[in-house]
Every structure is written in C-alpha cells, then in structure tokens.
C-alpha cells in the first residue's frame, strides 16, 4: 500500500480517502503534520483547514468546525460534526466562512442559553435548600 488511509465521520456522511501522502491540520498546541509510519497519536482540531495531499500530487482542503483525529497503523480518523472537502482553496475558504462560521455562531447561541439556564437551576435549587421553593 502506498501512504495511508483517513476515514472521515460526520454526522451526516462518512468517506474513506486512500493513497494520502500527508495531513497538515492544526491542534491547540499549532500546526502539524503526518505521513506514513508515524507512530500512533490523538489529538482535538481546532476549527479550520486542514491540507491533504495524495500520491498522485492531487492537493485537497478539508474544513473542520472542530474535530477529534486519531492516527494507528496507518489510518487517521477523524471524526466531527460536519466537513467539508473540496481540492479548489478558494471555494472551501468560502464555504469555511459562510457555513460553518454560521454554525458556530448558532453553537455559541445554544451555549448561552444553556448557561442560562444552567444559572435559573441553580438560583431555583438553593432556593428550595432555603425553603423558600416549597408551596405556591
């Protein structure tokens, strides 16, 4: 076999890509890169692009929200809510900015309102440690 494999996993569709030559993608602590043989790693994506490029020279992007991505014996899985693959750099920069920003966005409203939420219960549980929730 030449270079490895990734399987990609949504929520919504799952594909495998073989023949890789190198995955470039970004975690918390910067940049990074694998190829064949490297040794077995998990790490958490940040949001981005990440960069495949396959035997043949073919280059592709792969915009990610956020991803889980672990390498063993020559496969890299990622798995994430959503992704989007295309080999034209300004098309997938495009669609980075308008849908998954846009899913952020929403995300982050989800996010507060749960916090709220998370706030109202607690206000409404030491209330009834006080006492004050019994009756009415």
Do not use: K
Request: a positive charge; proline letters at 1%; glycine letters at 12%.
């Amino acid at each position: 076999m030449s270079g490895f494999s990734i399987q990609l996993q949504s929520a919504t569709q799952s594909e495998r890509l073989d023949r890789m030559v190198s995955f470039v993608g970004e975690d918390a602590s910067g940049s990074f890169g694998l190829m064949r043989g490297h040794a077995r790693f998990v790490t958490t994506l940040v949001f981005g692009l990440a960069r495949l490029r396959f035997d043949d020279g073919r280059r592709e992007y792969l915009a990610l929200p956020e991803a889980v991505a672990s390498f063993d014996n020559d496969q890299l899985t990622i798995s994430t809510r959503r992704y989007l693959r295309s080999g034209d750099f300004s098309r997938i920069s495009q669609a980075l900015r308008q849908e998954l920003l846009q899913e952020e966005v929403i995300l982050t409203g989800f996010r507060r309102s749960i916090g709220q939420l998370e706030q109202t219960m607690m206000l409404r549980l030491w209330r009834i440690g006080r006492g004050e929730g019994r009756g009415g």
